[in-house]
Structures are given as structure tokens and as C-alpha cells.
């Protein structure tokens, strides 16, 4: 899919929702800890006339619609089915293969690409058609590589992500309704949000059939794969149409139903605007089991943790206020537990800690407690407003209240990642240097800071080798003369030993390209393939460099290198020797140029499938020894 398709996507989402996301934006290095308050019972409405009251009384900016009409698309069907081939050997469980890079064993989260150790499952964007699909390729063995067959939706109905498990493919859509509305000054549409879980059989891939769709009004936030049930999140904004609230239906196989009001949780607390957060759960093997789904009212969820036993779902409240000579404005995160067990979902519990979460890497459950990392700021005093902020760690029980804590940790810096693995925590902040520090977070009551290290650049995204080593990769940087700054540059891999948790050290380091390189790992983790036992790491690049011949005497740290080449670079990385380059692998014919830059043979993901290493971009699929790395096999996705 391209950006530009991406970009008119969630554009249809809720006006509520944006503006929330920009005033976060705005607000972030501006604000201070509010007051804790822990809650532990959630509550739900008596009556529909309870809940429109709480939306019209409590939210401080709502989102009204005064209509007459509305407009719904016709029943949604599955996708199209196009059988390329008529091969459909059955999956060997027993191969050695890699799967999606997630946070928790045993929580498997949705992405774009998805192997069983025969088949690749590939969601991609036909831009000749404008039409999303799935395609299902044999991959093993490379010599009997091709396409099977594809699943295929119209343009409004867009797949954003898969899981496969066995003979089950289930399938994440988005699309929209068309809301017509009346007003004094003409007629106006709207947009809202729906999403879609299509279940397929696929135990003859060549030839797949659709076993279940369950279609959610909201977006799609989230999900989480534990055995055999989908866990997943969608959230719908409060709307009034003629003062009336627009409830959302969840529609099991075209049969629909509306969210019960009484069946709705909430919050006391007002926010600025609220949205129907339904949390749902499906058996993808049972296909006469009925979903079990729970509604809270809410304001706008961003992140989600998942543990084998519970979902917590993180929201960030902002609140500004003018007190004397300063307008205080303050954020807190708030955090709701929800149990999952076999399909079962129950809301027990609700918190609050101050700040903002990064990402779920900043959210871990270990051994019954809840330990979050946050990034909150300081007060915007009138005519001189102060950008420093601070960063807090939180441990939690299972009522979600605090038991211990360790704040203003890195003052005027910001998380720029987190890891937990057990009983340590390791944390990156960053503002001129990268700061790496290990807190001891086995005592819930008393965590304690043990050590750091101090180097330029920052970790995007922390990962472990072994428990004695962390794998960092994020950008180099340069110290800003002018400021208290500093100047990305490229794409910097980092190894940590952490065996002497008081004084840290970086072993090892790899640097890729000049200010401008990239890589999908600094945002998606999902985009990292590591293999610890072999010690392989491929990583997707977009490779900038600067032309020095462009500048008389020293390049200057801001300037930007020009994309020369896309692809994975493959590593190898033991403790041992370090991180060793083994080779690159591009799907880009000829020469790099403009043109290319927007082709679709740019790598999104790569995978193994026992000695072969699988690359993948939306033009092709390309096959190599995964020692050697020499060509195997290329197939073409026309």
C-alpha cells in the first residue's frame, strides 16, 4: 500500500481522535504529574439515558452530529478467490523456521507477512488495481516455490494484518461508512470507521474458504493471538447524531447486533473527547462459537500489553489549567487490566500512573505485578515556557496500584526505548548523549537504578541475547555546537554487556550510512528477524549517503544523505565475536534512482526456512542460502 493510500485511510477516522492525537503532540514536553488516583471496579451504565447523559455532561470537547440521514454500505462480503496453482502439501511442523518477532513467548502478534514453514502468507497493496490482497505462496522447497492462489478485496476494504495458525488464516480489514449529515448550511459526509476479521480455511491453500467474519464499527487498534483465540481491539468514537448516540454494532456472519448500554463500562473521570473501546475475543477453530466481546467508554487507547493472562490497555489524559503566572498542563496515563483466559474476557481492574507511555516495550508483567515506564514533562509558565522533562518507572499490583516507583530519572531527557526481561529493566534516554541504564526491578517496592553507560547516539529498540547481552539498534549522532542537541545520523547497531550491571559496556558496534538512513526496525519490531541459536540478524535498510563533493572542507553534521540503496543487511551476532556484516541482499534492479524509490521491490521482511533465507517485498520473493547467501530462486509477484 503507499503512503498516499495509507494517508486517505485514517484520514476517515474520527475528527475526536485526531485532535486528541495532535494536542498530544503539542503538549507532550510541556506537562507535570498530575495527582494518582487507583481505581479497582469499573462501572457500567443503568440505561441508554444514563449514558448519552455522561457523554453530554462529562466530555470537555464532544463530537456532535446534527443529521437526518445515514448512509451504511451493503452487507460485507469476504474477499475473491483466485486459484493460481493446485499444489497443497500440508505444512511440516517439524521444519525449522522463524516466526514474527514478538514481545511475549506465547502471545503472537499480527503482522504482514507470516510463515508455517511451507507457506508464506503475504498481505500487499496491488497498486495496478488499487485492491488489497493475501497471497499464499509455496516456499519450501525453494525449487517448487510459486503462487497458489490469492484473496482479493474490493479498494474500500483494506487488509492491514494476518495470522496464520495450522489451517486457519484470519484476516484484519479496515474500511468505512459513509454518514450523511444535514445541517443549516447543506448536507456534509462523514466518515466512520469499521473493521473486519475474516477467517479462512486454508487446508487447501490453493483453494481458500471463508469460515467466519465478524465486522466491528471502530478502527482497528490491536490485536493478540494466544492458542487458538484472536484477541482483538477496535475503538469507536462517541458520537451524537441529533443528540441521539451512536452505539456500535458488532455483526457475527451479517447478523448484528448493538452495543448494550449496560453492558458498557466507564470511567468517573471527565476527558476531552470519548470513544467505545470493544475489546473481542474469537476461537478461530470453532466456527459455531460465539465471539465474547466487552465495551468501554473511554477516551482515545494507544497502547496495548499483553501477557498470557491479561491485556492492559493504556490511554494517555490530558488536562490544561491556568494557575497564577504558569498554565499548567498535565498527563497521566491510564491503564485499564483486562483477564483473558480461553477466550474469557473480564475488566478488573483500573489505574493511573503520571506521564506517557512510549510504546508496549515500556509495559512488561512479571511474576503478578504491572511495570510501566513513562515520559512526563514540566509546567509552561506565561512568556517562558520550560522543555525539560523527566522519566519515571512504575510497579503496579493487580488493582493497578503503585507498590513502587523510581522518577525523575534522566532529567531533560526522554525514553527513546525499554526492555524488561525478568528481573531487570533496561531503559535508553536521550537528548545529547545515549544514556543506557539496568534497573533492578525484582524487589516490586524498592526498584533501585544499578548502573550506566554513556555514549553517543540512542536504541530505537532494544533486544536480548542471552541474558548476559542487549542487542541496541537505533542512529548514530553527532553533539550540536550551537545547542543542547544533538544531530542524528545513520542507522547504528550497538551490543551491550550487561554482566556487570553496575558499569555496563558497549562490546561491539555496527554503523550503516550517513543522516537519512533508515530501517522499519526503529518503529516495527515485527521488521527484525533474529535467530539466537545461530546468532543470524537481518535487518531491512534504506542506505543514505552524503556526496562530499558537495560541500568545501567538512561535511556538516545536519546534511542529509541521498537514498543510494534498499535492502537487509544479514549479520551475524554472538557474544563472542560481536556483530559481524555477512552480506546485503536488494531486490532493486540496475541502479539505485527516484523512480525506484517508490517501486515495490523495497524488503519489508525476511524469514528462514531451514538453510534458505526468504526476503520480501510486494514485487518479489527472493530465495538464498542462508550461509553462503547465494541466489536461489526468485519468485515474481506480477
Given at each position: 500500500?503507499?503512503?498516499v493510500?495509507?494517508?486517505?485511510?485514517?484520514?476517515?477516522?474520527?475528527?475526536?481522535?485526531?485532535?486528541?492525537?495532535?494536542?498530544?503532540?503539542?503538549m507532550?514536553?510541556?506537562?507535570?504529574?498530575?495527582?494518582?488516583?487507583v481505581?479497582?471496579?469499573?462501572?457500567?451504565?443503568?440505561?441508554?439515558?444514563?449514558?448519552?447523559?455522561?457523554i453530554?455532561?462529562?466530555?470537555?470537547?464532544?463530537?456532535r452530529?446534527?443529521?437526518?440521514d445515514l448512509?451504511?454500505p451493503?452487507?460485507?462480503?469476504?474477499?475473491?478467490f483466485?486459484?493460481?496453482?493446485?499444489s497443497?502439501?500440508?505444512?511440516?511442523?517439524?521444519?525449522?523456521?522463524?516466526?514474527?518477532?514478538v514481545?511475549?513467548?506465547?502471545?503472537?502478534?499480527?503482522?504482514?507477512?507470516?510463515?508455517?514453514g511451507?507457506?508464506?502468507?503475504?498481505?500487499?497493496q496491488?497498486?495496478?488495481?488499487?485492491?488489497?490482497?493475501?497471497?499464499?505462496?509455496?516456499?519450501?522447497?525453494?525449487?517448487?516455490?510459486?503462487?497458489?492462489?490469492k484473496?482479493?478485496?474490493?479498494?474500500?476494504?483494506?487488509?492491514t494484518?494476518?495470522?496464520?495458525?495450522?489451517?486457519?488464516?484470519?484476516?484484519?480489514?479496515?474500511t468505512?461508512?459513509?454518514?450523511?449529515?444535514?445541517?443549516?448550511?447543506?448536507?456534509?459526509y462523514?466518515?466512520?470507521?469499521?473493521?473486519s476479521?475474516?477467517?479462512?480455511?486454508?487446508q487447501?491453500?490453493?483453494?481458500?474458504?471463508?469460515?467466519?467474519?465478524?465486522?466491528?464499527?471502530?478502527?482497528?487498534?490491536n490485536?493478540?493471538?494466544?492458542?487458538?483465540?484472536?484477541?482483538?481491539?477496535?475503538?469507536?468514537?462517541?458520537?451524537?447524531?441529533?443528540?441521539?448516540?451512536?452505539?456500535?454494532?458488532?455483526?457475527?456472519?451479517?447478523?448484528?447486533?448493538?452495543?448494550?448500554?449496560?453492558?458498557?463500562f466507564?470511567?468517573?473521570?471527565?476527558?476531552?473527547?470519548?470513544?467505545?473501546t470493544t475489546?473481542?475475543?474469537?476461537?478461530?477453530?470453532?466456527?459455531?462459537?460465539?465471539?465474547?466481546?466487552?465495551?468501554l467508554?473511554?477516551?482515545?487507547?494507544?497502547?496495548?500489553?499483553?501477557?498470557?493472562n491479561?491485556?492492559?490497555?493504556?490511554?494517555?489524559k490530558?488536562?490544561?489549567?491556568?494557575?497564577?503566572?504558569?498554565?499548567?498542563?498535565?498527563?497521566?496515563?491510564?491503564?485499564?487490566?483486562?483477564?483473558?483466559?480461553?477466550?474469557?474476557?473480564?475488566?478488573?481492574?483500573?489505574?493511573?500512573?503520571?506521564?506517557?507511555?512510549?510504546?508496549?516495550?515500556?509495559?512488561?508483567?512479571?511474576?503478578?505485578?504491572?511495570?510501566?515506564?513513562?515520559?512526563?514533562?514540566?509546567?509552561?509558565?506565561r512568556?517562558?515556557?520550560?522543555?525539560?522533562?523527566?522519566?519515571?518507572?512504575?510497579?503496579?499490583?493487580?488493582?493497578?496500584?503503585t507498590?513502587?516507583k523510581?522518577e525523575?530519572?534522566?532529567?531533560?531527557?526522554?525514553?527513546?526505548?525499554?526492555?524488561?526481561?525478568?528481573?531487570?529493566?533496561y531503559?535508553?534516554?536521550?537528548?545529547k548523549?545515549?544514556?543506557?541504564?539496568?534497573?533492578?526491578?525484582?524487589?516490586?517496592?524498592?526498584?533501585?537504578?544499578?548502573?550506566?553507560?554513556?555514549?553517543p547516539?540512542?536504541?530505537?529498540?532494544?533486544?536480548?541475547?542471552?541474558?548476559?547481552?542487549?542487542?541496541?539498534?537505533?542512529k548514530?549522532?553527532?553533539?550540536?555546537?550551537?545547542?543542547?542537541?544533538?544531530w542524528?545520523?545513520?542507522?547504528?547497531?550497538?551490543?551491550?554487556d550487561?554482566?556487570?550491571?553496575?558499569?555496563?559496556?558497549?562490546?561491539?558496534?555496527?554503523?550503516?550510512?550517513?543522516?537519512?538512513?533508515?530501517?522499519?526496525?526503529?518503529?516495527d519490531?515485527?521488521?527484525?528477524?533474529?535467530?539466537?541459536?545461530?546468532g543470524?540478524?537481518?535487518?531491512p535498510i534504506?542506505?543514505?549517503?552524503?556526496?562530499?563533493e558537495?560541500?568545501q572542507?567538512?561535511?556538516?553534521?545536519?546534511?542529509?544523505?541521498?537514498?543510494?540503496?534498499?535492502?537487509?543487511?544479514?549479520?551475524?551476532v554472538?557474544?563472542?565475536n560481536?556483530?559481524?556484516?555477512?552480506?546485503?541482499?536488494?531486490?532493486?534492479?540496475?541502479?539505485?534512482?527516484?523512480?525506484?524509490?517508490?517501486?515495490?521491490?523495497?524488503?519489508e521482511?525476511?524469514?528462514?526456512?531451514e538453510?534458505?533465507?526468504?526476503?520480501?517485498?510486494?514485487?518479489?520473493?527472493?530465495?538464498?542460502?542462508?550461509?553462503?547467501?547465494?541466489?536461489?530462486?526468485?519468485?515474481e509477484?506480477?
Amino acid at each position: 500500500m503507499s503512503k498516499v493510500e495509507y494517508a486517505h485511510l485514517y484520514a476517515v477516522a474520527a475528527v475526536s481522535i485526531l485532535l486528541l492525537t495532535i494536542l498530544a503532540t503539542l503538549m507532550a514536553p510541556y506537562l507535570i504529574p498530575p495527582k494518582q488516583e487507583v481505581k479497582t471496579e469499573l462501572k457500567t451504565f443503568s440505561s441508554y439515558d444514563e449514558l448519552k447523559n455522561y457523554i453530554k455532561t462529562n466530555t470537555q470537547t464532544a463530537s456532535r452530529w446534527f443529521g437526518v440521514d445515514l448512509i451504511f454500505p451493503p452487507g460485507i462480503k469476504g474477499g475473491t478467490f483466485t486459484t493460481v496453482a493446485t499444489s497443497t502439501q500440508a505444512a511440516e511442523s517439524s521444519r525449522s523456521y522463524s516466526k514474527t518477532n514478538v514481545q511475549v513467548a506465547g502471545v503472537d502478534e499480527a503482522d504482514i507477512i507470516k510463515s508455517d514453514g511451507t507457506y508464506l502468507y503475504m498481505l500487499r497493496q496491488d497498486h495496478s488495481t488499487g485492491k488489497g490482497e493475501v497471497i499464499i505462496l509455496k516456499a519450501y522447497p525453494p525449487e517448487e516455490a510459486k503462487i497458489l492462489s490469492k484473496i482479493v478485496w474490493e479498494e474500500n476494504r483494506v487488509p492491514t494484518a494476518i495470522f496464520i495458525n495450522g489451517d486457519r488464516l484470519v484476516v484484519f480489514l479496515s474500511t468505512w461508512s459513509n454518514y450523511m449529515v444535514t445541517e443549516k448550511e447543506g448536507e456534509y459526509y462523514y466518515y466512520a470507521s469499521k473493521m473486519s476479521i475474516e477467517v479462512y480455511d486454508v487446508q487447501n491453500r490453493a483453494q481458500p474458504e471463508l469460515a467466519r467474519n465478524i465486522t466491528i464499527d471502530g478502527y482497528y487498534l490491536n490485536s493478540r493471538m494466544i492458542d487458538d483465540y484472536v484477541y482483538v481491539i477496535a475503538s469507536f468514537p462517541a458520537y451524537l447524531i441529533k443528540e441521539e448516540v451512536v452505539l456500535p454494532e458488532i455483526r457475527v456472519d451479517n447478523n448484528g447486533n448493538k452495543v448494550d448500554p449496560t453492558e458498557v463500562f466507564y470511567p468517573e473521570a471527565a476527558d476531552l473527547s470519548y470513544s467505545f473501546t470493544t475489546i473481542l475475543s474469537l476461537n478461530i477453530r470453532e466456527d459455531q462459537q460465539a465471539p465474547v466481546y466487552k465495551t468501554l467508554l473511554t477516551g482515545a487507547a494507544s497502547n496495548i500489553y499483553v501477557s498470557l493472562n491479561n491485556i492492559y490497555l493504556t490511554l494517555t489524559k490530558y488536562d490544561v489549567k491556568e494557575y497564577q503566572q504558569a498554565i499548567i498542563a498535565t498527563e497521566e496515563t491510564l491503564i485499564y487490566r483486562v483477564k483473558i483466559q480461553n477466550g474469557e474476557i473480564k475488566l478488573e481492574a483500573e489505574g493511573s500512573v503520571p506521564g506517557h507511555v512510549l510504546n508496549q516495550f515500556s509495559m512488561d508483567e512479571y511474576q503478578g505485578y504491572f511495570r510501566v515506564a513513562t515520559t512526563v514533562g514540566q509546567p509552561i509558565f506565561r512568556g517562558q515556557a520550560s522543555t525539560e522533562q523527566m522519566n519515571n518507572l512504575y510497579i503496579l499490583d493487580q488493582t493497578l496500584k503503585t507498590v513502587g516507583k523510581i522518577e525523575n530519572i534522566a532529567p531533560g531527557e526522554r525514553i527513546y526505548s525499554v526492555r524488561f526481561i525478568g528481573e531487570k529493566a533496561y531503559m535508553v534516554t536521550f537528548k545529547k548523549v545515549d544514556p543506557f541504564f539496568i534497573i533492578d526491578v525484582n524487589e516490586p517496592s524498592d526498584p533501585k537504578i544499578l548502573g550506566w553507560l554513556k555514549i553517543p547516539g540512542y536504541s530505537d529498540y532494544l533486544h536480548p541475547l542471552g541474558r548476559d547481552y542487549i542487542i541496541g539498534i537505533g542512529k548514530e549522532t553527532v553533539p550540536a555546537e550551537e545547542g543542547d542537541f544533538a544531530w542524528y545520523q545513520g542507522v547504528k547497531i550497538s551490543l551491550f554487556d550487561v554482566r556487570n550491571v553496575s558499569a555496563p559496556v558497549e562490546t561491539s558496534k555496527f554503523k550503516i550510512g550517513d543522516r537519512g538512513t533508515d530501517s522499519p526496525v526503529l518503529y516495527d519490531h515485527k521488521a527484525l528477524l533474529f535467530d539466537e541459536s545461530t546468532g543470524l540478524m537481518v535487518i531491512p535498510i534504506l542506505v543514505a549517503e552524503v556526496n562530499k563533493e558537495q560541500y568545501q572542507g567538512e561535511v556538516p553534521s545536519n546534511a542529509y544523505g541521498e537514498p543510494m540503496w534498499q535492502g537487509v543487511y544479514v549479520f551475524n551476532v554472538t557474544a563472542e565475536n560481536g556483530i559481524v556484516l555477512k552480506g546485503r541482499i536488494t531486490h532493486i534492479k540496475g541502479e539505485f534512482s527516484k523512480e525506484v524509490y517508490y517501486s515495490q521491490n523495497f524488503v519489508e521482511r525476511a524469514l528462514y526456512i531451514e538453510e534458505y533465507l526468504y526476503t520480501v517485498s510486494h514485487g518479489m520473493v527472493k530465495v538464498n542460502n542462508i550461509n553462503t547467501l547465494n541466489e536461489v530462486a526468485t519468485i515474481e509477484l506480477p
